[in-house]
């Protein structure tokens, strides 16, 4: 059996699993172990297993995951999110379309203390939702620009797909934080414009200025003082070099447990829930990254990655032409798995291809400029049809709007998401520009 065929039976075997529902994780294990079988045999395959665990989870770069996650929760158990949901509408309820607006604001001031699209996404739908249809708010608008807000969670630092990329690379952490701060706030900018576009060329989707909209206050800026204080402590103290990320995520973590204690709203079973709920996730992405170990090594026995990226370089295609087929392949991806078991099979396969091209810029930065271009094609994926999890979730939470008209929805963001990816692909300087006066 050649190699290649060998590879195709694995990815098979995956898909043929994912699609009877067995979880990715345990698909991908499942996959890799017959793979590693057909090459190996039982002995050699044992001995990796016995060692695989404690190997991949010693590392002590991983335990900035459920931080950031813990994180997370106490903002979304503290009512956090309303106090910026309340704050966003104050600034932006002037404007047409001003709800929706504060929507995307809100979502990406969460997502800086939250690190997940879809936690971002639920957390922002809850709040704001209900206000947005009491305004005449159409479906597909709020639904649209509330899937779209939350893939900002994972734009704007911190970011567990980043960190789960700088860790598979070993690249810094913090680096990788500035880097991504430019394009999310390029995002950011670039659905609120698509917003204010949208409603004046389709009517009926908001209703023109709203003067019952609570104009701003010193009490609505009062309220999200304290999230204003943990983002400036956790970042601060990071790019200032007085901690680590990993620090920074504990101390983050604490300071958000506090800012929700002031909230008055983080009850002891919530309390309770923020741990049980990290827990959960934690172990979800641990186990992910056992079943893409075992399925990257699998593949690794092979030699068909390795053999895969010196036949990318002989061909001597355009740089830009490779990595804009790998972003390609990420937004095909995206219909059938989720972020995090994309990167962990991906990443190995790609990176080495990515890392032989010349790209005008050190190794370093090239890492840097790569890892933030998956990051986003990762988030548009997110919102693609036919799957697009983060409109799952919103349409689930928005019971009377139609799957369809969600879909509709996140059209105009789609159109700001290529129009992104495709200034920061042809001008990778937008990427780089902070990581100097930050790191």
């Known amino acids: ?19 009877i529902r067995v979880p990715i994780a345990v698909s991908m294990f499942l996959a890799g172990t017959l793979g590693y079988l057909i090459q190996t045999g039982w002995g050699p395959y044992s001995s990796f297993l016995n ?36 704050f966003a509408a104050s600034v932006m ?39 947005m249809k009491r305004h005449g708010y159409s479906g ?23 960190v789960i990329y700088a860790i598979l690379t070993e690249q810094n952490i913090a680096k990788l934080f500035a880097a991504a701060m430019i394009p999310g706030i390029i995002a950011m900018v670039g659905y609120m414009i698509a917003i204010a576009i949208y409603v004046r060329l389709v009517p009926g989707q908001a209703p023109e200025v709203d003067d019952n909209i609570e104009r701003f206050s010193m009490a609505a800026l009062a309220g999200i003082a304290p999230i204003a204080a943990v983002f400036i402590i956790v970042f601060g103290g990071i790019y200032g070099g007085f901690f680590t990320p990993t620090e920074g995520a504990g101390v983050g973590a604490a300071c958000t447990f506090v800012a929700a204690l002031l909230k008055r709203e983080l009850t002891y079973e919530k309390f309770l829930h923020c741990f049980y709920a990290t827990a959960l996730s934690t172990a979800m992405i641990f ?18 990655p390795g053999q895969l990226a ?23 991806l995206g219909a059938v798995m989720d972020e995090l078991s994309m990167l962990l099979l991906t990443i190995p396969i790609f990176f080495p291809i990515i890392m032989k091209l010349d790209f005008g810029m050190t190794p370093e930065h090239t890492a840097i400029w790569f890892g933030i271009m998956v990051l986003m094609t990762v988030g548009f994926g997110m919102l693609a049809p036919p799957v697009g999890l983060n409109v799952y979730v919103v349409n689930g939470m928005a019971k009377d709007v139609p799957l369809s008209e969600s879909y509709k929805g ?4 789609l159109i700001s998401d290529t129009i992104r990816t495709l200034l920061l692909l042809f001008f990778p300087g937008i990427t780089l520009f902070l990581i100097p006066y930050l790191t």
Do not use: W
């Open 1 to 19: 059996m050649s190699a290649l065929t060998l590879c195709l039976i694995i990815f098979g075997a995956m898909l043929v699993l994912m699609a």
């Open 51 to 86: 060692n695989l665990a404690f190997a991949r989870f010693a590392s002590y770069d991983l335990s900035v995951i459920p931080l950031f996650i813990l994180m997370g929760h106490f903002a979304t158990q503290g009512g956090i999110s309303k106090a910026l949901f309340q």
């Open 93 to 131: 309820g002037r404007f047409k379309g001003g709800l929706a607006m504060a929507a995307v604001l809100a979502s990406a001031a969460f997502g800086s203390i939250c690190g997940s699209s879809v936690a971002t996404a639920a957390t922002i739908t809850g709040v704001a939702l209900p206000e």
């Open 140 to 162: 597909r608008l709020s639904t649209g620009t509330l899937a779209a807000g939350g893939t900002l969670g994972i734009l704007i630092p911190p970011s567990v797909p980043l």
């Open 287 to 304: 186990m992910i990254f056992m079943g893409a170990d075992v399925m990257n090594a699998s593949l690794a026995r092979t030699q068909v």
């Open 310 to 332: 010196e036949m990318v370089v002989s061909m001597n295609l355009a740089p830009l032409m490779v990595v804009s087929g790998i972003l390609l392949l990420y937004v095909v």
């Open 410 to 413: 996140i059209m105009p963001f």
